[in-house]
Each structure stands twice: as structure tokens, then as C-alpha cells.
């Protein structure tokens, strides 16, 4: 297991930026998927961002305004968010693919939620004016 943890929500007007880290206390292979969830009250989890089979992959609604990358020396994900919007915010989780049977992308985004084993607690992004 690799208990993970997120820092760096906050609150930002429309338009600003935030990053967020994600950090494993146990060693993530690279080549195993690692990636980015959001929930907002109401709504269904959803994918946002993920590093899988050595790619980034985006969801339509983030493309462009958010970039995923990994520090492998600091076992930490990193969310770089820019240009945020009022549709942007919700609790952001992070999520790894840690434990066997693991998952094979042999799609063109990220894997399901099922495919990952670890969940951080979450971070709560707002963004209001």
C-alpha cells in the first residue's frame, strides 16, 4: 500500500491558478497508473487527469487549462491548474494503481476508478469571486 496524501487546494478567484500534490508514503512504480478524481456535492466522481502506460491524459472539460506530472524521486503527482473555472470546484482526490491485478490501459484516457487501489483523503478546491 501507499497511503497518499493531497495538499494545496484552496480558495482562488475565476481565473486563477493552484497546484496540487500528491504524495505516497510508499514507493509508486512508473509505469503503474496514477491520476486525479473530483467530486462535487451533488455530483459523480469523475476522472480528470491521469499519468497511465507513460501518458497524460485529460478529460475534455480540463484539457488545455490543467497539466498532470510526476516527481518519481519524491513519489509525488502533481495538478497544475490555470485559468480556473466556476465549474472548476469540488473535493480533488488522488488516486494509484498500487496492488496486483494491475490495470492494463489499452485505452486512448485514464483507467476507471476500479482500477486504482489507493484513494488520498482530498483536498477542497474553491472558486469563487
Known amino acids: 500500500q501507499a497511503p497518499l496524501v493531497e495538499s494545496g487546494g484552496g480558495l482562488v478567484r475565476p481565473g486563477g491558478s493552484l497546484r496540487l500534490s500528491c504524495t505516497a508514503s510508499?514507493?509508486?512504480?512508473?509505469?503503474?497508473?496514477i491520476g486525479w478524481f473530483r467530486q462535487a456535492p451533488g455530483n459523480q466522481r469523475e476522472g480528470v487527469s491521469c499519468?497511465?502506460?507513460?501518458?497524460?491524459y485529460y478529460s475534455d472539460s480540463v484539457k488545455g487549462r490543467f497539466t498532470v506530472s510526476r516527481d518519481n524521486a519524491k513519489n509525488t503527482l502533481y495538478l497544475q491548474m490555470n485559468n480556473l473555472k466556476p465549474e472548476d470546484p469540488a473535493v480533488y482526490y488522488c488516486a494509484a494503481d498500487t496492488r496486483p491485478p494491475f490495470y492494463v490501459n489499452s485505452r486512448s484516457s485514464c483507467p476507471p476508478a476500479y482500477a486504482y487501489d489507493d484513494w488520498g483523503q482530498g483536498t477542497q478546491v474553491t472558486v469563487s469571486s
Open positions: 499519468i497511465s502506460d507513460g501518458r497524460t
Open positions: 510508499g514507493l509508486i512504480s512508473p509505469d503503474l497508473s
